[in-house]
């Protein structure tokens, strides 16, 4: 059995979930994925994830430098998107939600008509965030 690459895990892990908001979840990661060609995906923490796929400067692993946002999906009405070192984003569209003391910032996303009032303000966040990498 051949085993799955990382983006082959991430459609199956989609495609499988019994998430009420499976569509949502796909149309995230096509907004992710195509805001820029230096981010990639993966299964991390059980869930889908992104992170910065381009040469940085050498970091402590725990400061989760290269990881962008994670899937939280254990609430069946709405998706949690969770970036672990979200505190330096400039939010203009004021989507970020929490002031965590470890740097975390969430976007909650309860249904595709929520997600499509928040995708400029996501894609701006994650370019924001691109622009502040330590390369």
């Known amino acids: 059995m ?28 096509e907004i992710i994925s195509e805001t820029s060609s230096e981010i990639s995906e993966h299964i991390k923490w059980n869930a889908p994830a992104f992170y910065y796929n381009g ?9 989760y430098k290269r990881d962008l946002v994670v899937y939280h999906i254990r609430k069946q009405d ?13 939010d203009k569209a004021a989507i970020l939600e929490g002031n965590y003391s470890d740097g975390r910032r969430m976007v909650t996303i ?26």
């Not at 082959?8 to 995230?28: C, G, N, R």
């Not at 709405?78 to 400039?90: K, Y």
């Open 2 to 29: 051949t085993k799955l690459t990382p983006t082959e895990q991430v459609t199956q892990f989609i495609k499988e979930s019994k998430h009420p908001l499976a569509d949502v979840m796909q149309s995230l990661r």
């Open 55 to 63: 040469t940085m400067d050498d970091f402590d692993a725990k400061e």
């Open 78 to 90: 709405s998706i949690l998107l969770i970036f672990p070192t979200g505190a330096v984003i400039q």
């Open 110 to 135: 309860k249904s595709m008509e929520d997600l499509n009032t928040k995708k400029e303000g996501l894609q701006a966040a994650i370019k924001d965030w691109l622009s502040k990498i330590e390369k």
